[in-house]
């Protein structure tokens, strides 16, 4: 079994700053694209980064230029740095990873972590 788990969510002002981070554990064998994605209230999930285990990115047009993702293979992490947050980026966060496992490659989430920006 494979567990993303998130941190790092929290309140802030608009125009602060937020590091999400998501650290994949159980049994791994590679790890391939990471993401986080989004979810507003009465919205739909919608990507927000993602970056390949050779650390090609890209990025929603919403965020390019405010946020960067990175991973560290070396601890199956993956983090977003978030600058410059806006009221509508707002949402739970989710981290998504797909895995490499015995038996194949399986896409597994994380259970969200709430950003809050207020205006």
């Known amino acids: 079994q494979v567990q993303l788990v998130e941190s790092g969510g929290g309140l802030v002002q608009a125009g602060g700053f937020l590091r999400l981070s998501c650290a994949a554990s159980?049994?791994?064998?590679?790890?391939?694209?990471m993401a986080w994605y989004r979810q507003a209230p009465g919205k739909q999930r919608e990507l927000v980064a993602s970056i390949s285990s050779g650390g090609k990115s890209n990025y929603a047009d919403s965020v390019k230029g405010r946020f960067t993702i990175s991973r560290d293979n070396t601890k199956n992490t993956v983090y977003l740095q978030m600058n410059n947050l806006k009221a509508e980026d707002t949402a739970v966060y989710y981290c998504?990873?797909?895995?490499?496992?015995?038996?194949?490659?399986?896409?597994?989430w994380g259970q969200g972590t709430q950003v809050t920006v207020s205006s």
């Open positions: 159980g049994n791994i064998f590679s790890i391939n694209t």
């Open positions: 998504n990873a797909d895995v490499g496992v015995r038996v194949g490659v399986a896409n597994y």
